[in-house]
């Protein structure tokens, strides 16, 4: 297996319901020191978090439609264009899970459109948040598709907060996307052997709380860092 510096595939995350600026702080301060990719926050703290990053190297990243997908679209559009206006990088968005149950693929596709175009629109990085663990293969199949005609910039496996990501499921959203997509593996990785196991499966990205430990554990690999 290659020496992939996981540091710089790391999207290090706080997404708690009761995180604090004291919390964000701190986060942004690990993702400082050990040259993360991005930190991924509330919507409500992205102003404060894109000032205390400037200059960095280390995007600003927040969610849309966070965590249940099913809100309209026209509020996951303001969302995002709330959040790119406030100094966001890139936006994680829910897929619509209920529409996606019911069937109603004009009803995704249309949402889904309209959030990566008003991602696209102002540069700005989009992931398609899928919910894996909710779907079956072949609700799965279909949203691949979907999201490889819409261009999406990444494919993400979940929220974390129903259920996480498996090297199965990165390995079936790897062979099921163009290789234009890149995929986030998200939930449960909590330490290095983790990360290098979704990294070999095809994630090019890893959503986690846990990117100090990673790191550190990267470190007592003796892996490039």
Not at 5 to 20: E, F, G, P, V, Y
Not at 153 to 164: A, H, I, L, M, Y
Request: hydrophobic share 45%.
């Amino acid at each position: 297996m290659k020496n992939t510096n996981l540091s710089a595939c790391i999207d290090h995350t706080n997404l708690r319901t009761d995180c604090t600026r004291a919390d964000l702080e701190k986060l942004c301060a690990e993702a400082i020191e050990h040259q993360f990719a991005a930190v991924c926050i509330p919507p409500y703290f992205v102003e404060e978090v894109a000032r205390i990053l400037q200059d960095k190297n280390v995007k600003v990243a927040t969610v849309a439609g966070f965590p249940l997908g099913f809100q309209g679209t026209f509020a996951k559009v303001e969302e995002i264009k709330r959040a790119v206006a406030f100094g966001a990088d890139e936006v994680d968005v829910v897929v619509n899970i209920a529409a996606v149950k019911d069937n109603n693929r004009n009803h995704v596709k249309s949402d889904l459109d309209s959030c990566v175009s008003a991602a696209h629109i102002r540069g700005k990085t989009v992931k398609i948040i899928l919910e894996t663990a909710l779907l079956t293969e072949a609700e799965i199949l279909w949203l691949c598709e979907m999201c490889a005609e819409l261009n999406v910039d990444f494919v993400k496996t979940s929220t974390g907060k129903e259920g996480g990501a498996t090297v199965e499921i990165v390995k079936f959203l790897r062979k099921n996307l163009p290789e234009n997509i890149k995929i986030k593996a998200s939930g449960g990785i909590r330490d290095a052997a983790t990360a290098r196991a979704m990294i070999a499966a095809g994630a090019d990205r890893l959503g986690t709380s846990s990117g100090v430990k990673i790191a550190e554990g990267a470190k007592d690999e003796n892996a490039v860092y």
